[in-house]
């Protein structure tokens, strides 16, 4: 009876402190996503001297044929792009997995290097390769590359490993029953991919439709290095914002722009779990058997897309290294003296600091808030409404979300206005807005642990954060680690969320690469952009160490 009223004693605390931790998640999610969107879209309604006119701001941007034709040029940018990118990811997984192919460890780290890199270094490279002044500008035929041809070349370059990880994990679930049912059929190889390959991976394909859509089609770098007289909605609301001051229409757009991207959002989330629903315990792992012809042609193919990946880099980085494209080719480093054009190295040093901030406290916060929603036994409802709220984040463009951050936190009469136009609001916009995928991610691994490991603890007198700290923290260390880099990649590397946040003191390495092109410094921009990849790969390098170091430690019980 002792033991019992103690168990019972310790999980009525345990579910107390569960219950006020889920309100303060659900009150930070209030602060920093709620309100701020509230504040966009009353902002949308008022007119410059902030009295209430409705739709009349709505109307007015119908009536505007200009601003109104972005609108298409968005949807079709992000369409080709998708169609595009949709294709060549699915050959490239469908040769790392179900081939056997040579090398396919050194491909699949090749094709994800984009991920360290900001959208707007594919720009400024595709301007050396075919701008006005570039090295093969006459293989676009008299077309310009500033435009829809230089956006969506940029887009799929850019888009390509977020379809490639998609796609990779839906073509390795495949059950090689139904292709030992093919060769029992004598179904050629070509009919068998058609039949069996495709439809196997038709939600993997779905949701990367949907996925690539919404990042090409909410994306503010390309389009603003390489669109030229193309504009899209994002670099519109940039101008209506920065260039005119009209933050009603900015507003306006800005939900013009979130609109697509919710519902596009809402059928990925619907194609996610109809994709969970084909999984079953009876599956069998495919293992491809040689084919000479089939595993030559895609070897080839994937070294061409290796090769275009080096290519994209290499003229970036060559770019930044010449003194004057394309008259004096002698190579020099006055391209990193970023003090010439008023950027100095304090930006790069900010992005850094920025970046390991919303790292570290990005991943203390999603992954208790991960765990409430997960493992805490309490109030049922309250925790599905958090997980809801925790989903949302990722169909909010970066640029509509920071536009409404300037909307709430610059309201004087806001208690949180103190940290406008500081390191603090930059790094809480990151963390918001790439908190969705980090989320799933540490969901996911919490799931495998099972609730029984709650009720031990709590039946052994042990407190819930002992347990927490002994068993599910190391069990979960990997999807720990993988969150802190994903989100210090995707800190350095963004650029339309933080575009209307950062002061003086606080601007950014990629704000910076966007503001040198403007400037007309190609070449500092692409500098800057390559010290964004610089220091990806060394920070992915020192993470990839130490983790190997610390897993070795707790995870040996997984080769018991």
């Known amino acids: 009876m002792f033991s019992f009223k103690s168990k019972s004693r310790a999980a009525d605390k345990s579910d107390k402190i569960g219950r006020i931790l889920v309100f303060v998640y659900l009150a930070m999610f209030f602060c920093f996503l709620v309100l701020p969107l509230f504040a966009l879209m009353s902002k949308s309604m008022q007119n410059a001297e902030g009295v209430f006119v409705g739709l009349e701001n709505f109307a007015l941007y119908l009536k505007e044929p200009t601003l109104f034709k972005s609108f298409f040029h968005s949807l079709f940018v992000a369409f080709v792009s998708t169609i595009i990118v949709v294709c060549l990811g699915f050959l490239y997984a469908f040769a790392l997995q179900c081939t056997c192919i040579p090398f396919k460890g050194l491909f699949r780290v090749v094709s994800l290097i984009p991920l360290l890199s900001p959208s707007i270094l594919a720009a400024i490279a595709l301007v050396y390769w075919f701008g006005n002044q570039g090295v093969f500008k006459e293989m676009l035929l008299g077309h310009s590359i500033y435009g829809p041809i230089g956006i969506i070349m940029a887009s799929v370059y850019w888009t390509f490993p977020h379809a490639l990880m998609i796609l990779s994990t839906s073509l390795s679930l495949s059950d090689a029953r139904l292709y030992e049912a093919s060769d029992a059929l004598k179904a050629s190889k070509l009919r068998t991919f058609f039949t069996v390959t495709i439809p196997g991976a038709k939600y993997g394909i779905i949701s990367t439709t949907f996925v690539v859509f919404i990042l090409v089609f909410t994306d503010f770098g390309v389009p603003k290095v390489i669109g030229g007289n193309y504009n899209v909605l994002a670099t519109d609301i940039y101008r209506e914002v920065v260039g005119m001051q009209n933050f009603q229409m900015g507003a306006v757009i800005s939900i013009v722009l979130l609109i697509p991207a919710l519902l596009a959002f809402a059928l990925d989330q619907f194609s996610r779990k109809r994709q969970a629903s084909q999984l079953t315990s009876r599956a069998v792992v ?116 920071g536009l409404a951050y300037i909307f709430f936190f610059n309201m004087k009469d806001n208690p949180l206005n103190f940290i406008y136009a500081t390191m603090a609001i930059l790094v809480i916009n990151t963390v918001v807005h790439f908190y969705t995928v980090s989320h799933l991610s540490a969901i996911t691994a919490i799931k495998k642990l099972d609730n029984e490991f709650e009720s031990v603890s709590l039946s052994l007198k042990v407190p819930i954060y002992k347990m927490f700290f002994r068993v599910t923290l190391p069990v979960c260390l990997p999807t720990v680690f993988d969150i802190f880099i994903y989100l210090f990649c995707n800190a350095m590397t963004t650029v339309s969320g933080v575009i209307f946040l950062y002061s003086y003191d606080t601007t950014l390495a990629s704000v910076s690469s966007i503001h040198l092109d403007e400037q007309g410094d190609v070449a500092g921009a692409a500098a800057m952009a390559m010290l964004i990849v610089y220091i990806s790969f060394l920070v992915r390098g020192i993470h990839t160490i130490i983790s190997t170091f610390l897993l070795k430690r707790t995870q040996a019980w997984r080769n018991i």
């Open 286 to 401: 495919y293992v491809p058997k040689p084919h000479r012809l089939r595993d030559n042609l895609l070897l080839c193919y994937c070294l061409l897309i290796t090769a275009l990946v080096f290519l994209m880099l290499g003229m970036a980085q060559f770019g930044a290294l010449v003194k004057f494209w394309p008259y004096n080719l002698s190579l020099t480093l006055k391209h990193y003296n970023f003090e010439v054009a008023g950027l100095g190295w304090d930006s790069f040093f900010n992005s850094v600091r920025m970046s390991l901030y919303a790292a570290f406290f990005g991943t203390i916060i999603i992954f208790i808030g991960s765990y409430l929603i997960e493992k805490m036994r309490a109030d049922k409802s309250l925790r599905d409404i958090l997980q809801m709220i925790a989903l949302m984040p990722m169909a909010i463009p970066g640029i509509v979300l």
